[in-house]
């Protein structure tokens, strides 16, 4: 399955591309602004995890040489 993200400024585009797609046989529905945000923290998080896995032990101690 593929998806399309679109972002609108009127609520009358949005309703008449809502209406089309139903119209279409598709399935729709609306992003809230936390939604979105939490898809591009995702994205974040995974494009940033190209290391290998470091322990808590460890980041704990890096942690305590800086304090």
Same mark, same amino acid.
């Given at each position: 399955?593929?998806?399309?993200?679109? +972002? %609108?400024n /009127?609520?009358? +585009?949005?309703? !008449?591309? &809502? =209406? !089309?797609? #139903?119209?279409? @046989?598709?399935? /729709?529905?609306?992003?809230? +602004?936390? =939604?979105? *945000? +939490?898809? @591009?923290? %995702?994205?974040?998080?995974? *494009? @940033?995890? #190209?290391?290998?896995y470091?322990?808590? *032990?460890?980041?704990m #101690?890096? &942690?305590d #040489?800086? %304090?």
């Amino acid at each position: 399955m593929q998806s399309i993200l679109i +972002d %609108l400024n /009127s609520q009358k +585009d949005m309703s !008449f591309l &809502l =209406e !089309f797609v #139903k119209r279409m @046989g598709y399935k /729709s529905r609306i992003l809230t +602004d936390e =939604e979105k *945000e +939490d898809m @591009g923290l %995702l994205k974040a998080m995974k *494009e @940033g995890r #190209k290391g290998q896995y470091v322990s808590r *032990e460890t980041v704990m #101690k890096k &942690l305590d #040489k800086w %304090l």
